[in-house]
């Protein structure tokens, strides 16, 4: 009774969560974009793609996928055997177990006539199934724990989803255990199952199954003199065998039931047979009810997502459909954190430290902005500028297992972070040139403006039309950057510098202005002069920092090694420090 | 001869091409060169925000190379230059080697500089040769003019490159003419491209662009020939929008040197990925003839 209302509670549940959940699919929006297409367009739009790619030629290459890449992982396999080896078995163990065992009634009991839980191969698949995912379980805390060279990082909902693996297989052994050495469970099966049961014949088979079939019975112990052993075996093949294949088979099991023979009337005065197989079912049905909530959803959201992006044809889909993809992918994300290994990036979270530099560890805060949450301004910053330190390299996408697009969401969502009023520096670099050539370079209000606030940001707002006027006076600054630039690598030779300004007429964007003054603030010349005279607000206040090329021509071209190029780099990192900091 | 082949970030960005000639060449030159799956990417876009993440970053892929006794073939102009300069500035500076070394020993590596850096340029013409490539070659060129466009970062700053003279450079236009083509002399040859601006100041990037189209075209070249993921993406992509928003007259496609060259030996336009580039490059084919006697068109010496 109680099994089963939990059972349906927890059904209703999982039924429940998993409406809510696909419902987001269609609520949820990552995207200006996305922003203004309305659910009933994503629900009609998702629909038609549905119905348009089953009644095709394409039902084909879903197939394929579901073999090669979900049942199969192959995509893992080619990445890493080791993550592909453990989760193969927690995988193939659990659906083993899920459906010869948990779903018995409608799979195994159907198909096999002669099935009982207990007989063989059911019996020992159970026990492999089990042992398959403790073994693959013990993989993945190696993984996030004890390996040295890459751990990925590990969170509340990994911990929960090894965790509950490893309370449903680990009550099940206990259970499986106990249950082999308690008397009280003997006795009642064999009061229940012999044709006659007299005490005679019960002593007779308890003695054969403490000899040869592990069970304990208190004051029946060996040894046993030969004909009780032989008419406990008649006994046995008579009434129990047909059931009941040695539980030896049983391989995990049986070892705890070695284990705890000792304490065999213990476990009956404890109830342990009920409590384990209470704690079995209920560990069971809370990984159910939960499951929409948790990382397990991946069983459902992995699959279609590598479905759905193999055969979406990514430039003519709908607005409405990436839409909906992305928020499928975001719940597909197992953080097994394989992006940020391959991340061509992450190894500038040695010297930065935001953990959002790390692909994986950007998706939490894509899932707060597509449900519409409001982030903190430092998670803000931590996004956006873990947004814009990437190289667009499309690595994160090429290794995930479950194919999401990552560089997709992160353009989807950097576009509705920079709007935010946090300038980022990061956008002043080449790793702009994706969004430039996503954007088409057209000069759009929508893709100049972070640009525009940036460069306003970083130069101080200043104009530098007070430099440009001789009437009014300089500002001679503090020396400490003075001596921070003549200890640094890149700029420590400007003291050579005599002036002679070959390098701004060597430089091509002087060159391209016929009054360089007035666009990019002082020339080259001019900055390597000022830094001398100190006049930090005319340096930092010229854009020239932000339209050097890094072409090295000044530099190449400079009679005295003065590195103007690698001058103008201190500057630009100095400029990047100082719009957080002015004191630097 | 084995190398650790680094590419380019913007070459996973969009140049397949570039990828795709490279393996084809090399295979065919029997070249190995391994991709190593660990390798970052080499900083370049980092320097303008923290230097010491830059440093980090190219000595990390230093580190990989070394770990496997292997020099570094790299196709990207910014990447070799990088990687030299780095290597260059850790040697000479050791309490930076050894910060940077403290934050690597975490993943069990370590940076000597001992792995050197070389351009695929660099290797075809110092370390094959052009008399060795020319046995190589199957087919020619024809009455084609290509302008050779350096870019920046394989010839300045000339004392961490050292590939070649800084101020009249002749290696890359020495490997172009062994294809039997004409490398045309063009008053902006060694100017930046453009490309290190784009998607940052967008009205100076296309400025850059356009006059040394304009320069190339003036000097009468059919096609420009780059080699740099950067650079070809700004004659390609960078063209495009040029073309697009400020209207223009024909377009000069460009192709990046490995495609040049593997069309004389003997390589399927796709092999080269032909096909993936935004102007089209498919043209040049017809300039394509039997090997002639002498290896073409003497090289004219740029000016």
């Known amino acids: ?584 | 001869m084995k190398f650790a082949l680094f590419h380019c970030c913007v070459n996973a960005m969009g140049l397949d091409q570039y990828f795709s000639s490279t393996s084809s060449v090399l295979k065919r030159l029997g070249i190995e060169a391994l991709n190593l799956r660990e390798f970052n990417c080499c900083g370049y876009p980092l320097r303008n925000f923290s230097f010491k993440a830059f440093v980090l970053a190219s000595a990390r892929n230093l580190a990989i190379a070394e770990k496997q006794s292997l020099d570094i073939l790299t196709v990207c102009n910014c990447c070799y230059g990088n990687l030299k300069y780095i290597s260059h500035i850790l040697k000479e500076d050791t309490a930076l080697g050894e910060e940077i070394n403290a934050t690597l020993a975490k993943e069990g590596l370590h940076c000597e500089s001992e792995a050197t850096t070389k351009h695929i340029l660099e290797v075809l013409h110092d370390d094959i040769g052009i008399t060795q490539l020319r046995a190589r070659l199957k087919r020619t060129f024809r009455d084609l003019k290509i302008a050779t466009h350096y870019g920046c970062h394989i010839l300045r700053p000339s004392k961490i490159t050292r590939f070649d003279n800084p101020f009249k450079p002749k290696k890359f236009d020495q490997l172009v003419a062994l294809t039997g083509a004409d490398p045309v002399s063009w008053l902006t040859k060694l100017e930046c491209c453009g490309a290190p601006v784009a998607g940052v100041n967008d009205d100076l990037s296309m400025d850059l662009a356009a006059k040394k189209l304009m320069n190339a075209k003036k000097a009468g070249a059919d096609y420009l020939c780059v080699s740099c993921p950067f650079c070809q993406m700004q004659f390609d992509r960078v063209q495009s929008a040029i073309i697009k928003h400020r209207g223009s007259d024909a377009p000069l496609p460009s192709l990046v040197y490995t495609q040049l060259l593997g069309l004389c030996l003997g390589l399927s336009p796709q092999d080269l990925g032909m096909e993936t580039n935004i102007l089209p490059i498919i043209g040049i084919q017809q300039f394509l003839g039997e090997k002639s006697g002498d290896g073409g068109h003497h090289c004219v010496t740029p000016g």
């Not at chain 1, 009991?109 to 009982?116: P, V």
């Not at chain 1, 947004?387 to 390299?393: E, V």
């Not at chain 1, 005599?498 to 007035?518: G, I, L």
């Open chain 1, 1 to 584: 009774m109680f099994y089963s209302m939990s059972l349906y509670i927890s059904l209703a549940l999982f039924l429940l969560g998993l409406v809510w959940k696909i419902s987001t699919w269609f609520r949820y929006r990552l995207g200006i974009e996305a922003n203004q297409i309305p659910t009933s367009v994503r629900i009609i739009e998702a629909a038609g793609g549905v119905i348009t790619t089953l009644f095709s030629i394409k039902i084909l290459i879903l197939l394929k996928v579901f073999v090669l890449e979900v049942i199969l992982q192959a995509r893992t396999f080619r990445e890493d055997s080791y993550r592909w080896l453990m989760h193969i078995c927690i995988y193939g163990g659990f659906m083993l177990l899920l459906v010869m065992h948990g779903l018995s009634r409608f799979t195994a009991e159907i198909i096999f006539a002669d099935y009982y839980s207990t007989v063989n191969p059911f019996l020992f698949l159970r026990d492999l199934g089990a042992m398959g995912v403790i073994f693959g379980l013990l993989l993945a805390l190696l993984r996030r724990f004890v390996h040295r060279r890459w751990r990925p990082r590990t969170n509340a909902m990994d911990l929960y989803a090894i965790l509950i693996l490893a309370a449903i297989m680990v009550s099940g052994i206990l259970l499986e255990g106990v249950k082999i050495v308690s008397p009280a469970v003997f006795r009642n099966m064999a009061q229940d199952y012999l044709t006659r049961p007299d005490e005679e014949q019960i002593r007779s088979l308890t003695s054969y199954w403490v000899k040869e079939l592990g069970a304990v019975s208190p004051g029946l112990q060996g040894p046993f003199d030969s004909k009780t052993i032989e008419e406990g075996r008649i006994i046995h093949e008579m009434n129990c065998m047909q059931c009941h294949s040695r539980p030896q088979w049983a391989v995990a099991g049986y070892a705890v039931s070695r284990l705890i023979a000792p304490l065999a009337e213990d476990v009956d005065e404890k109830g342990l047979p009920d409590i384990l197989w209470h704690l079995h079912f209920l560990a069971c049905f809370l990984g159910l009810a939960y499951l929409p909530f948790s990382k397990m959803l991946h069983v459902f959201t992995g699959p279609l997502v590598l479905m759905i992006n193999t055969v979406m044809n990514h430039d003519s889909a709908t607005p409405a459909n990436l839409a909906t993809r992305q928020m499928i992918e975001l719940d597909a994300c197992v953080h097994c954190g394989a992006c940020s290994r391959r991340c061509s990036v992450a190894v500038a979270f040695g010297e930065i430290p935001n953990e959002s530099i790390l692909p994986s560890e950007k998706i939490p805060s894509l899932k707060a902005l597509a449900a519409g949450k409001t982030l903190s301004p430092h998670e803000l910053r931590t996004i956006q500028q873990g947004l814009f330190l990437c190289s667009n390299c499309n690595r994160c996408t090429l290794v995930c297992p479950v194919g999401i697009r990552l560089r997709d969401l992160w353009v989807s969502a950097r576009e509705m972070v920079v709007v935010n009023s946090v300038p980022e520096p990061l956008l002043l670099s080449p790793f702009s040139l994706y969004r430039g050539l996503t954007y088409g370079f057209n000069g759009q209000i929508q893709y100049r403006k972070p640009l525009d606030f940036v460069r306003n940001a970083v130069t101080g707002g200043s104009s530098m039309d007070h430099a440009l006027d001789s009437s009014s006076p300089l500002y001679f600054g503090p020396k400490k950057l003075l001596s921070n630039l003549s200890a640094s690598i890149q700029a420590k030779t400007f003291s050579d510098c005599y002036v002679c300004m070959t390098c701004s007429n060597a430089c091509p964007v002087v060159r391209n202005y016929r009054k360089p003054n007035e666009i990019v603030g002082l020339m080259p010349h001019q900055l390597i002069y000022a830094i001398g005279r100190r006049h930090w607000d005319l340096i930092f206040g010229s854009m020239m920092l932000w339209d050097c090329l890094g072409c090295y021509q000044c530099q190449e071209h400079c009679p005295q090694n003065v590195q103007v190029a690698d001058i103008l780099y201190q500057l630009k990192n100095i400029a990047i420090l100082r719009m957080n900091d002015k004191s630097v």
